[in-house]
């Protein structure tokens, strides 16, 4: 066995400092979105082909700031909305947003999609 004390521990902190496999099931991943999707909306404004937060559509925002920005949903909220039994018997929306969701993730729940309809002339 060629694998020493020093190898471990270089071992050690490579795996915790690496991220694991991607799951969209977060609070981070919901963040890191909205980031994008905000981005290309400031970076467009004021353009020709300027880009508003209704010309997006995804799992993790809705409706926008005054900025323009989208407004970023919380995980854990939408989460217990889409999955708790109460919600799924007696609220119809709790069963559109799980339907969304159905449609935009991924079974493996590593990728997501989010959805670009800008206007066109």
């Known amino acids: 066995n060629n694998f020493t004390q020093e190898d471990s521990a270089e071992f050690a902190a490579f ?10 099931r977060g609070q981070a991943f919901f963040d890191a979105n909205c980031d994008m999707v905000n981005t290309l ?3 467009t404004k004021n ?5 508003q937060s209704s010309d997006f559509q995804s799992a993790t925002f809705y409706g926008e ?15 217990y909305y889409r999955a708790n039994f109460f919600t799924q018997k007696f609220m119809f929306t709790s069963q559109l ?3 969304l969701w159905d449609q935009l993730v991924n ?4 990728a997501m999609l989010t959805l670009l309809t800008p206007k066109m002339d």
């Open 107 to 110: 079974d493996k729940h590593d």
């Open 47 to 51: 353009k020709t082909y300027s880009l």
């Open 97 to 99: 947003m799980q339907k």
């Open 65 to 79: 700031h005054a900025s323009g920005d989208v407004k970023c949903l919380n995980y854990r909220l939408t989460h």
């Open 41 to 43: 909306i400031q970076a």
């Open 15 to 24: 795996a915790a400092t690496t991220p694991g496999p991607l799951d969209v």
